[in-house]
């Protein structure tokens, strides 16, 4: 069964400094995706960023990029430069590949808020 | 841009009464999902659907039913509303990039029954 764990129900940093938000996971299938989601208090969950297990490279997307530890089976989210605006909700999601599994399983969240 | 478009963005209800949300999306996605989002759990499946009359369980379809009978439109149905069905319900209707499969949300409907 495959399992995503998010450590950190609450975090609070101030604005322009950087931030790790953590996500762990379980999983036999040698193929899976990772992805990131952020959901703003106005509740549409809002996609961030992917990584494939077989991908070489860590993904990146702007300000945001992924800290792709495979042998850790760790996926943390990595937001440079932190802005008022990335205050929100934000989901670690798995899905496995290999067994035609189209199910998407989320952690339970952390919630962000940057500070002035 | 893919929109996914959701009846209500808040219902309340009352215990035992049917209850009906709906969720359409404009993209010709064949897989639409329905989750529910409680504090602390995360999003958990409800069900899902890969093409028009297709469903498939999640992970908690106890106490639901969906309905799809246009491949633009998904409905989650509540049959007997009870009070442990107050949640923040989200539609997410499914398409595919270069490498992977992206899914796309709606804006959520808060349900409340009392």
């Known amino acids: 069964a495959q399992k995503i764990t998010q450590t950190q129900p609450g975090m609070f940093v101030q604005e322009k400094e950087a931030v790790t938000l953590d996500c762990t996971y379980d999983t036999s299938d040698p193929s899976y995706g990772l992805f990131w989601y952020k959901q703003p208090s106005s509740g549409e969950m809002i996609f961030l960023i992917y990584?494939?297990?077989?991908?070489?490279q860590n993904a990146t997307e702007g300000r945001y990029s992924l800290n792709f530890q495979k042998a850790r089976k760790s996926a943390n989210l990595v937001i440079s430069a932190s802005q008022l605006g990335d205050s929100a909700m934000y989901f670690c999601?798995?899905?496995?590949?290999?067994?035609?599994?189209?199910?998407?399983?989320f952690g339970t969240g952390t919630r962000l808020t940057i500070i002035p | 841009d893919v929109k996914v478009t959701q009846s209500s963005r808040y219902l309340v209800k009352r215990t035992g009464e049917k209850v009906f949300l709906e969720c359409v999306q404009d993209?010709?996605?064949?897989?639409m999902f329905w989750y529910r989002q409680d504090p602390g759990l995360g999003l958990r499946l409800i069900y899902f659907s890969y093409d028009v009359k297709m469903k498939e369980k999640g992970d908690i379809p106890e106490g639901y039913s969906v309905s799809r009978e246009k491949k633009e439109r998904f409905s989650l149905i509540l049959e007997s509303a009870s009070t442990n069905q107050t949640s923040m319900y989200l539609c997410?209707?499914?398409?595919?990039?270069?490498?992977?499969?992206?899914?796309?949300f709606g804006p959520g409907t808060r349900l409340t029954v009392l």
């Open positions: 993209m010709d996605h064949e897989n």
């Open positions: 999601a798995m899905r496995e590949l290999s067994f035609g599994n189209e199910k998407l399983t």
């Open positions: 997410a209707s499914e398409g595919q990039t270069s490498s992977y499969n992206e899914q796309f």
């Open positions: 990584q494939g297990s077989y991908d070489q």
